[in-house]
């Protein structure tokens, strides 16, 4: 199981896309992969890694960020927030193609962009809206990065963008009780919640697959010593060859759920590669949640592994590399 697992229900919509496409090129918001955009002159913008590199690999074109473009296509996810900052910053710049499925609240997206609608085609289970350029709003960034506490920032889109979870804050807490060495290499690290909290002094690398986590990670750890690396986590090619058996230690807040689904065998990943960048006698970290079981999975691994502590439904983990 890998991060890789195209939307299934953006897959199924882009039926709807295809019968009623830009009449020029745009640019190409999130879609999944699979998708082949037709116009030779329009690029896609998709910033989770592993959908990045398929959308490449079927000949599409990616985005130069901060080149100019003059109509959009934006593929909605299941985060209104995101889904709403992306649709206006491309309005901001020209006519939007806004494709949302049902089971992501298509119907409650018509109120909200009443005023900017002149023609929806409904399909099967999906909905495709043609929004009109906003009047005289000068262009927006892409993505736009807001404080969301004292020292960080962060974009809607990312894993509990705005707040930590309760995992990420019960493993930060472990760690401060415990006697790091560097190199600490983050596997999933989101905005950098848990890398900042550590004691500056200690070498980071910083693993995420979606380019806004990676910038925001930058921009939170500014000049600490840092290296950040957008990857896939779960596929050991993606990521540095020069940390293999090198890491003292390794720390994971590990997802397990690809859009709606729930996949615990993710976690699997993340512990696999965790124990291929770890040199003898290196450290894991991880959390996750209680029922997902992953003491015996860390057993398989690792020559001595201990549960920390467990609170609130999740479970801290602590184990060594023989």
Request: one cysteine or more; a neutral charge; charged letters at 25%.
């Given at each position: ?36 955009i ?15 590199q ?11 960020p ?5 109509n ?23 006519p ?9 609240g ?36 892409l993505?736009?990065?807001?404080e ?60 995420e ?35 293999l ?78």
């Amino acid at each position: 199981m890998t991060l890789s697992t195209s939307d299934p229900y953006l897959s199924r919509a882009l039926e709807l896309l295809l019968k009623n496409l830009p009449k020029s090129p745009a640019l190409w918001v999130k879609p999944p992969s699979g998708t082949r955009i037709p116009c030779a002159d329009s690029s896609f913008y998709q910033p989770w890694y592993p959908e990045h590199q398929r959308l490449l690999r079927d000949g599409n074109t990616a985005w130069t960020p901060g080149s100019e473009f003059s109509n959009a296509v934006v593929f909605g996810g299941r985060h209104k927030e995101e889904n709403v900052q992306l649709v206006e910053a491309c309005r901001s710049r020209g006519p939007v193609h806004f494709l949302i499925p049902n089971e992501y609240g298509a119907k409650s997206y018509r109120k909200l962009f009443e005023g900017a609608l002149e023609e929806e085609e409904v399909g099967r289970k999906s909905r495709l809206m043609h929004l009109k350029q906003s009047p005289k709003s000068p262009p927006q960034p892409l993505v736009q990065y807001r404080e969301t506490l004292p020292g960080f920032v962060s974009t809607p889109g990312l894993f509990c963008w705005d707040k930590p979870d309760k995992g990420s804050e019960l493993l930060a807490q472990a760690l401060a009780e415990e006697e790091l060495k560097g190199p600490v290499l983050d596997l999933g690290a989101g905005w950098g919640y848990l890398c900042k909290n550590l004691p500056e002094e200690l070498e980071l690398h910083l693993v995420e697959a979606d380019s806004r986590g990676v910038e925001a990670c930058r921009r939170n750890l500014s000049g600490r010593p840092a290296t950040y690396h957008w990857a896939d986590a779960t596929e050991p090619a993606t990521l540095p060859p020069n940390l293999l058996n090198g890491v003292h230690t390794v720390i994971s807040n590990p997802p397990f759920h690809t859009h709606k689904q729930a996949e615990p065998i993710l976690g699997g990943a993340f512990v696999a590669n965790a124990h291929r960048f770890l040199r003898k006698g290196g450290r894991f970290y991880m959390v996750g949640n209680v029922h997902l079981g992953y003491f015996k999975l860390l057993e398989t691994f690792f020559g001595e592994v201990k549960e920390i502590v467990r609170a609130h439904g999740f479970s801290v983990f602590g184990a060594v590399k023989r």
